[in-house]
């Protein structure tokens, strides 16, 4: 009886529906519109109002199409046309003319209504603004179009894993220092891409489980089998997934290869070093020390003719003390050139070069023609030393071992850097026989020292048709 009462009331009153549902809409937060199919305004609350800065009687009767955003109409006039009687819901993401002047994003759920012949009557749209929403959705992919485009790029070598081993992802430079593609990476995990053998690996996994990351160098395999150290450096985070972990790794082989040319260099330097050292000794014992007793031997002789009344033959005797005396000095201004050229200091490496090849010239049967084509280059102090050892070195081979009669020596300021060069016309050799065999000892110690020195030796030669050395310092090295 009573729901009966209840209808009747409201059949009697249909304008106390009408005013709850506007006292409602009316309060609320969101913009709230009702239209026609055709988008005419039959309603708005004051929301909406407030937001495009209209007045209601401003905008009912009129359309909603010019407070969109024109971009955005085709997309908004898409989606409404999916409205249907089985369909009569449908959420729309826009940006709107605010009367403020800005271009807000909205969302609006927009609902239809139907007659009873299923003719679309009204839509009534509930609208929120998502502006906010929008720049953290934008921030993001920004964020994510960033790491993206690192990960992707970074010239050393990421992966995103588990902490059971498991690989998810691979950049490009993962896979080209593995030797294998991102699926087969993935396919492996760590247990098929690190060496098992691997000093501490159990270790290594137990610290960065305790820490939370472990930075050491590990051996990898590639996929032909191959092992190399790299760099790896591990931490873990939290996702909603779980912890993963970002591992970087970066080959460090050429590192370690240039570490053991570094140390074999230095054990090189070392042992000429003593070579350096017992040659002085034998000079200074065996050369100097026997002219010594001689010069000594010559003035007890003199001594003894002057007290016996021959003064020719004590004569004799000073004028060979002084050719034993002349020679060791010669002898000892040798050891001298050979330790530190004080002709460098005083002349410059030009010059230098120039007096060396004069004096090599009066001494063997050997024309050697030189250019100086610094054009007054400054040289670098510190090259000047290896370059004249590249010099004396390179004559003493073409002495010894060439049987040439020319030789050509040019040292220039070039595109690459400060060049010495020396060719000549003797036998030559082949530069790939091991080093006792083609008389290239003092050959493989000039080429360490120039690279200890930042420079590269060429050797350019053919058995029969003569030889050209050349020692190079880059640009870096010098001026001008």
Not at 239 to 267: H, K, L, M, Y
């Amino acid at each position: 009886m009573s729901d009966a009462k209840t209808r009747e009331r409201n059949a009697a009153h249909p304008c106390i529906k009408e005013e709850l549902y506007r006292s409602v809409v009316e309060d609320q937060t969101e913009v709230i519109v009702r239209f026609r199919a055709d988008g005419t305004f039959l309603f708005v609350n004051e929301a909406y109002c407030r937001l495009f800065g209209r007045r209601a009687d401003e905008l009912i009767g009129k359309k909603w199409q010019p407070l969109a955003f024109a971009e955005d109409l085709p997309h908004i006039e898409a989606q409404l046309a999916t409205l249907s009687p089985s369909n009569p819901v449908v959420v729309i993401e826009n940006r709107s003319h605010a009367a403020s002047g800005e271009l807000p994003w909205m969302q609006f759920v927009n609902r239809a209504f139907y007659d009873a012949q299923g003719n679309l009557t009204e839509i009534q749209a509930v609208g929120r603004d998502i502006t906010e929403r929008k720049r953290v959705e934008e921030e993001l992919r920004a964020s994510e179009a960033r790491f993206r485009a690192i990960f992707e790029n970074s010239p050393v070598g990421v992966l995103f894993t588990a902490p059971n081993g498991r690989v998810y992802s691979a950049n490009p430079a993962a896979c080209e220092i593995l030797g294998r593609t991102e699926e087969e990476i993935c396919r492996l995990g760590r247990h098929g891409l690190v060496d098992p053998q691997t000093p501490n690996l159990a270790g290594l996994l137990a610290e960065r489980l305790r820490t939370g990351k472990v930075h050491a160098q590990l051996t990898y395999v590639r996929a032909d089998g191959s092992r190399f150290p790299a760099d790896t450096a591990s931490v873990v985070f939290d996702t909603p997934e779980g912890p993963r972990t970002c591992t970087i790794i970066q080959d460090v082989s050429e590192r370690e290869a240039a570490a053991e040319r570094i140390r074999n260099f230095s054990r090189r330097l070392l042992a000429i070093r003593e070579e350096e050292k017992q040659r002085v000794s034998a000079v200074l014992h065996h050369d100097l020390g026997s002219m010594s007793v001689g010069v000594g031997a010559r003035l007890q002789a003199a001594e003894e003719d002057l007290l016996s009344g021959q003064p020719e033959r004590a004569n004799a005797a000073l004028r060979e003390c002084r050719r034993l005396f002349d020679e060791s000095v010669q002898r000892l201004k040798s050891v001298a050139m050979d330790l530190r050229p004080a002709d460098l200091d005083v002349l410059g490496l030009p010059a230098a070069l120039r007096q060396h090849f004069a004096q090599v010239s009066r001494a063997v049967a050997l024309r050697i023609r030189y250019d100086d084509a610094t054009h007054g280059a400054v040289i670098d102090p510190e090259l000047e030393t290896p370059l004249f050892r590249v010099a004396q070195e390179c004559l003493n081979n073409v002495i010894k071992h060439a049987e040439a009669k020319r030789v050509r020596v040019r040292l220039a300021m070039g595109k690459r850097g400060m060049e010495l060069a020396i060719t000549d016309d003797g036998k030559g050799f082949d530069p790939g026989l091991p080093a006792g065999h083609s008389g290239g000892m003092g050959l493989r110690a000039l080429r360490e020292m120039l690279q200890g020195q930042g420079g590269e030796l060429f050797i350019d030669s053919t058995p029969g048709q003569g030889t050209r050395i050349r020692a190079v310092f880059p640009q870096s090295r010098t001026s001008t």
